[in-house]
């Protein structure tokens, strides 16, 4: 059971670290309890919050709350697919190519990192430069490894509109990290990446991981291309002090 955890002002807590999208206990015994794990883990941290996995039992307990991600079936194949978008996905699709967006599979992660702050960062609280040099580490390793992707999409004028990094583990991709230009919402950018993606992975991958979102905008998002959805837990557990647990929630 990995442990993302920091030390402040004398204080060990567990926090959900950036770009990972799943840990809890991993074990070859699916049937493997983990309420020990929480336990031992509770009993050591007095603020832990961390994201379990699928494969970790449902367990129900006032420290657990219900998350949720968004999946595609890729064996059904991609005409099938296709056609499972929803009328607001085939439009943008068509608004895609009207715009004739151009799909590069060969681009420096720097492309992500720059497009993901300019469109993203302000919108989420506390990243950090140690955090963008994390994110460069894992995909330069990703690719280094031939575990990852990275996809740009530009329009005939050269500018940079979306870029997505992909995960290939086993006989499922998993959308790590995506950014895409605000200010060029009209041309069907954000769908366009996606369907390319499912359009590469669908004749080698079993499922294509959206990354997830339990805001319900995002997750109806991503149901709009045909997909399912799938929960796992994450632990909220705030033993802190008084005055600290207030500013802590």
């Not at 955890?5 to 004398?10: E, I, L, N, T, V």
């Not at 919050?49 to 449902?58: A, Q, V, W």
């Not at 990275?150 to 995506?178: E, G, R, S």
Request: with cysteine; charged share 25%; proline share 2%.
């Amino acid at each position: 059971m990995p442990i993302t955890w920091r030390k402040k002002a004398g204080i060990k807590y567990v926090y959900p670290s950036l770009w990972l999208l799943e840990l809890g206990v991993f074990s070859l015994d699916e049937s493997q309890d983990i309420q020990p794990f929480l336990a031992i883990l509770c009993s050591k941290f007095m603020f832990v919050e961390l994201r379990l996995n699928t494969k970790n039992k449902f367990l129900k307990s006032a420290s657990l709350i219900s998350k949720q991600f968004q999946y595609l079936d890729l064996k059904i194949g991609y005409e099938a697919i296709l056609k499972g978008y929803n009328r607001n996905r085939k439009r943008e699709l068509v608004k895609a190519n009207k715009y004739h967006l151009i799909e590069n599979w060969t681009d420096n992660p720097d492309k992500l990192i720059t497009i993901f702050k300019e469109n993203i960062a302000e919108r989420v609280k506390g990243i950090s430069d140690k955090d963008y040099a994390n994110l460069r580490n894992l995909m330069n390793f990703s690719l280094k490894n031939g575990v990852g992707e990275l996809l740009t999409i530009y329009d005939t004028n050269n500018k940079l509109l979306a870029a997505a990094f992909f995960l290939k583990h086993k006989n499922k991709v998993t959308q790590l990290v995506c950014a895409s230009d605000i200010s060029n919402r009209q041309n069907g950018v954000h769908t366009f990446f996606n369907d390319r993606a499912i359009f590469k992975y669908q004749p080698h991958f079993d499922s294509y991981n959206f990354g997830g979102s339990s805001m319900e905008n995002i997750a109806n998002y991503y149901v709009s291309f045909g997909s399912k959805t799938e929960k796992y837990q994450q632990i909220k557990y705030n033993n802190l002090p008084f005055l600290l647990k207030l500013f802590k929630r």
